[in-house]
């Protein structure tokens, strides 16, 4: 075959993004307070934008029961979907569908963790936390005495960050009962508070759990070889074959690094949220919050204006035109969001209507694709319309992400559990739990199984953890702490 130059014809397709379809996609994954201070750049970069009072859309107040089917493709022109992108060109957004989005630590009843409290802003910080307990623990007036004085040196996680030694000099304190004052803290709940190191706070951990062998002490005093993955030395320095070694490294992540941060600092901002739901007969009325929502209107009458007062000058007319171009794109994409979120959002009560009529025990396993394939957007499209927004109710305040959750098989085997119901019957009956007879793991995994929920009991201890709930050793002790607290009163 010879070699040399030629000219040849090649046919591809691609997928180009224009820089409105880019903002577009932005927009959608706004919260109602995020799209307010990006509208306010955009009154002030074109003139033609400025704010009104006519709804854009009659669909924004329509009740659930009313909300359209179609995708409302053409908001953007014609054939130009900008709110429904295949992620071809875009990275992936990972399917929420098996996280956790509630890492709540109090709430009880069967209406499940609102917003409010898996917040930090409503609940007890670490160190009043501590506080209620140290009293309890401490064998004397003066031991007391110093032990809150190192609590109140504790950072967010829990840690000492301050030298003992600082602490002890300020205090006028031998060095000796500071140490013995640190370790009545080291005691408290929750395990791991009141270590001056990550390794020190695994190692209260691994002693709790009675899990603080020779060979563990090892690994934990390693915490830099376990960073780095050297397997092969932790090994030698452990003395254990494989299966233990994994065994380990399993507990090892099991533990919290920072045990302080379960509890809040009272500094969250208040949640404000997006999409409002209340009863309506026998159906749901679903709206966005217009209170953080601004309106927006295009003065044309000020077009005119400025387009007769540009004469003949090409250039102004151009830009002029550029700007009406613009200021009519971000209307329908406002458009397009509020038509987008809303329709997601009603099918997300539509799917969970029980958990809204009667409670977290009602609350169905849920994914993105699920959601996406009921209401014709792709799946990336609607994780953007879940992410940072949050719902309203008479049960409280809620992220979207909230209502997709795992599933958990069910005792007879027909359909499945969500892991937020198994969650909320294992808040109860830890809640309901005789304090002279604290419900193991294993004893939590048959009374759920009486209720119908079939898990194992490693399955068990990762949703009480979750939860923020100790293990029956730790509830065990601190409800003996509480008992002799009131006994002393």
């Known amino acids: 075959m010879a070699l040399g130059p030629r000219l040849d014809l090649r046919q591809s397709q691609s997928l180009v993004m224009t820089p409105q379809l880019q903002q577009a996609i932005r927009l959608l994954a706004l919260s109602n307070m995020e799209l307010e201070a990006f509208i306010g750049e955009a009154l002030e970069a074109n003139p033609l934008l400025e704010m009104g009072e006519v709804s854009r859309d009659d669909a924004a107040d329509a009740p659930l029961e009313a909300m359209p089917s179609e995708t409302g493709a053409d908001a953007l022109g014609e054939g130009e979907s900008a709110l429904d992108i295949d992620p071809a060109t875009l990275d992936r957004d990972r399917d929420t569908g098996d996280a956790d989005w509630s890492a709540a630590s109090s709430g009880s009843g069967d209406s499940g963790p609102?917003?409010?409290?898996?917040?930090?802003?409503?609940?007890?910080?670490?160190?009043?936390?501590?506080?209620?307990?140290?009293?309890?623990?401490?064998?004397?007036?003066?031991?007391?005495?110093?032990?809150?004085?190192?609590?109140?040196?504790?950072?967010?996680?829990?840690?000492?960050?301050?030298?003992?030694?600082?602490?002890?000099?300020?205090?006028?304190?031998?060095?000796?009962?500071?140490?013995?004052?640190?370790?009545?803290?080291?005691?408290?709940?929750?395990?791991?508070?009141?270590?001056?190191?990550l390794a020190e706070c695994i190692a209260l951990q691994a002693r709790e759990a009675d899990r603080y062998d020779p060979c563990m002490a090892r690994l934990i005093d390693n915490l830099d070889l376990v960073a780095r993955g050297d397997v092969a030395r932790l090994r030698r320095l452990c003395e254990v074959d494989e299966e233990d070694f994994a065994e380990m490294l399993a507990e090892l992540r099991a533990y919290d690094p920072r045990p302080g941060l379960r509890f809040g600092g009272g500094g969250e901002a208040a949640i404000v949220p997006d999409v409002l739901l209340k009863p309506a007969g026998t159906g749901w009325d679903i709206a966005l919050n217009e209170a953080t929502l601004p309106r927006l209107i295009v003065n044309r009458s000020y077009f005119v204006e400025l387009r007769g007062g540009a004469g003949g000058d090409k250039a102004a007319l151009g830009w002029l035109k550029e700007q009406l171009a613009e200021a009519n794109w971000l209307m329908k994409a406002l458009d397009q969001r509020a038509k987008t979120i809303l329709k997601v959002a009603a099918e997300i009560v539509k799917r969970q209507d029980g958990f809204f009529r009667r409670g977290v025990s009602e609350l169905k396993p849920l994914t993105l694709r699920a959601v996406a394939e009921a209401i014709e957007l792709h799946e990336s499209t609607v994780s953007r319309v879940t992410s940072n927004k949050y719902l309203s109710c008479p049960r409280g305040t809620f992220e979207l992400k909230y209502f997709f959750t795992s599933g958990v098989a069910t005792s007879d085997g027909e359909g499945a559990a969500s892991a937020e119901a198994v969650k909320s019957a294992i808040r109860q009956l830890i809640e309901a739990e005789d304090p002279r007879a604290i419900l193991s793991d294993d004893t939590l995994v048959d009374l759920l199984k009486d209720k119908g929920f079939d898990l194992a009991r490693r399955t068990v201890a990762k949703y009480r953890e979750a939860l923020g709930i100790g293990s029956s050793v730790q509830r065990r002790r601190q409800k003996k702490l509480a008992g002799a607290a009131c006994a002393g009163l």
Do not use: K, M, N
């Open 114 to 197: 609102s917003i409010d409290e898996r917040g930090s802003g409503d609940g007890p910080s670490l160190a009043d936390h501590l506080h209620a307990q140290i009293g309890a623990a401490a064998r004397d007036s003066r031991e007391e005495f110093i032990a809150r004085a190192l609590i109140d040196q504790l950072d967010e996680a829990g840690y000492l960050s301050v030298p003992l030694g600082e602490v002890a000099a300020a205090l006028g304190v031998p060095l000796a009962e500071a140490e013995r004052a640190l370790g009545i803290v080291q005691t408290l709940e929750p395990t791991g508070v009141g270590a001056r190191t």
